[in-house]
């Protein structure tokens, strides 16, 4: 696609439920990226994938986070038994290259867990 | 890991005036962007400019890499010109941008 598809765009679930968000990057762009915003607040990073590995992860901030990535194109990130500090806008970037190349960003997942 | 600072965190214009931003940081780089995240969330890419100077309409911004600094000038501010501006550099030796707490701009009429 033209730019990097983000679904859903508003997800609301209930304290304990799991949630899967999904990121669709630039066609041919080999880095992943998925950052987390919480309300007034900068972007935390999360995890890289460079294909379908993932060098650095870390910025998971706990167990209940995974993500993966799958024919190099498509990632899920999946929350597992979501707590009210869950809710936030979850990012998702990806480049070309996976060294110094210019991040393209997404228009992100809003989660609000009750 | 790499420390950022922008500053300032707030900022009112007047519609027309000039402003610069301000960002340091702590690390060398091998990557720097400013985005504009506009009242609706959207992050916008404005500058990849790891070094050097780069301008884009009334927008440019300038990074001394040996000085570990970057800054965004805006000319003749816009109403559109409102929301949080954000840089985000990556060290020479990470993979993800470290993003600062941004400068957040209001432009009046």
């Known amino acids: 696609g033209a730019g990097v598809s983000q679904s859903p765009s508003n997800k609301v679930t209930e304290k304990g439920k799991d949630v899967e968000l999904r990121c669709d990057p630039i066609s041919g762009h080999t880095a992943l990226y998925w950052y987390r915003q919480s309300l007034g607040q900068g972007l935390e990073f999360l995890i890289y994938?460079?294909?379908?590995?993932?060098?650095?992860k870390s910025g998971l901030p706990s167990d209940r986070f995974s993500a993966e990535r799958t024919g190099g194109s498509v990632s899920t990130l999946t929350i597992q038994r979501t707590q009210q500090e869950d809710s936030a806008v979850y990012l998702c970037?990806?480049?070309?290259?996976?060294?110094?190349?210019?991040?393209?960003f997404g228009e992100g997942s809003r989660l609000t867990v009750l | 890991g790499i420390q950022v600072e922008q500053s300032p965190p707030d900022l009112i214009l007047q519609e027309g005036a000039n402003s610069t931003l301000r960002c340091n940081f702590s690390?060398?780089?091998?990557?720097l962007q400013w985005f504009h995240q506009n009242p609706w969330g959207q992050l916008i890419n404005l500058f990849y400019?790891?070094?050097g100077t780069k301008q884009n309409g009334r927008l440019s911004a300038t990074t001394v890499a040996t000085e570990r600094y970057s800054l965004l000038y805006i000319s003749s501010s816009q109403t559109t010109d409102s929301g949080v501006y954000f840089c985000?550099?990556?060290?020479?030796?990470?993979?993800?941008?470290?993003f600062g707490k941004g400068t957040s701009l209001l432009v009046t009429p």
């Open positions: 985000a550099p990556r060290a020479g030796s990470g993979y993800a941008l470290n």
């Open positions: 400019i790891p070094s």
């Open positions: 970037a990806s480049s070309g290259t996976s060294g110094s190349g210019e991040l393209f």
């Open positions: 690390d060398s780089v091998n990557n």
């Open positions: 994938f460079q294909g379908n590995s993932a060098p650095d």
